[in-house]
């Protein structure tokens, strides 16, 4: 069964950490760009954060940049979110999605992912 599972989300305070994982199974992630997206209550899901299948390019949302960092680890088979300095507009359902082929770039386009998960909530409040 293909599969990709999000864990790592919760409820944290106003400047905290928190680190997401995506870990796929029954398939390998090598061979394709991964993303993370959000989505609000009442807002659109939006791109957070690319990396490409090779891992040599990344791509933020502007409100993340110098917050958020994407890596990944092959051995693992697993994509990271590591975010710091959260704020309460970070409040979302996180999703990460990859593509079906190599990516030299990874666009944050969610049309461009036909695979996702089932998400994990991130809550940042005091």
């Known amino acids: 069964q293909l599969q990709l599972v999000e864990s790592g989300g919760g409820l944290v305070q106003p400047g905290g950490s928190l680190q997401l994982s995506c870990t796929a199974s029954?398939?390998?992630?090598?061979?394709?760009?991964i993303a993370w997206f959000r989505q609000a209550p009442g807002k659109e899901r939006e791109g957070v954060s690319c990396?490409?299948?090779?891992?040599?390019?990344?791509a933020y949302l502007d409100d993340v940049k110098g917050r958020f960092t994407i890596a990944r680890d092959y051995t693992k088979n697993t994509v990271y979110l590591q975010m710091t300095n959260l704020k309460p507009e970070d409040t979302a359902t996180y999703y990460c999605a990859t593509t079906n082929s190599f990516y030299q770039y990874c666009p944050l386009l969610s049309s461009e992912y036909p695979n996702w998960g089932q998400g994990t909530q991130v809550t940042v409040s005091s």
């Open positions: 029954g398939f390998s992630l090598g061979a394709s760009a």
């Open positions: 990396i490409s299948t090779s891992g040599s390019n990344t």
